[in-house]
């Protein structure tokens, strides 16, 4: 699949009229990137990253079509790097907050944020052993989805859980870094 995935890439990215020198698909556990090569970097990733997301959906379903597929695949299209920065700015912010809910047995709502950076904070707080004290989950609808982190159990957590928090309210505009984020 992925020699079908580089040549729908290049196919679209030639339909765009968006240079490229090269393109590299690698499997990362269940996701796959691709990652493009190119010295306009800029124009692909567009107005906080609109256009990469317009291209990776495309891509998407593009390979969901040809292969007969009952869902898209897990693709994430990056150039430069761009996704992988945003995703790594994630992860920190998930642990200073996840500090924050150790320092204080407070429960702690990220700002809104799509799926996919949701399922890395999801995944990365799960996955990192360091943090296996904790739990998350997502609350809201929509566009407002959040996650939450919390202590997993024992005391603390079941004290967080009863007691009122300012860092629980729903995060609506916020100058954590996560306003920019885009997936």
Known sequence: ???????????????????????????????????????????????HGETLNAVQHLVKSMIRTAKKLERAPFIVVDVDGYRTMQEEKVRKIAEAKADFVRRTGARVTLPPMSPYFRRVVHMHISATPTLSDLATESIGEGDYRQVVIRLKSGKAAAEADSAPSEELSPVMASDDGLENLDV
Do not use: C, H
Not at 1 to 27: R, Y
């Open 1 to 47: 699949m992925d020699a079908l995935i580089i040549e729908t890439t290049g196919t679209l990215l030639n339909l765009l009229g968006i240079p490229f020198t090269e393109i590299k698909v690698k499997q990362d556990g269940e996701m796959t990137r691709v990652e493009v090569m190119t010295d306009q970097a800029s124009r692909l990733i567009g107005w």
